[in-house]
């Protein structure tokens, strides 16, 4: 899934529009911007429509949202 033009993968935004942040996962790149960020840390099961295995990731714990 890694993109010739990097852009978050939660909201499809490159960045023109927003400043964005590489992750590597099971050998790929992905792209999140600082907005959705929180969802990769709390609510990763939010992203398995977009990042595979998401569904699989633990939240982080100890932070209440």
Known sequence: MTHNQPQCLYCDKDSEL???ISLA???ETYWICPQHLPILIHKPENLAHKLP???NLEAS???NH
Do not use: I, N, S
């Open 25 to 27: 996962y099971r050998g």
């Open 61 to 63: 714990a100890g932070h």
């Open 18 to 20: 927003t400043p964005l």
């Open 53 to 55: 295995g998401a569904e």
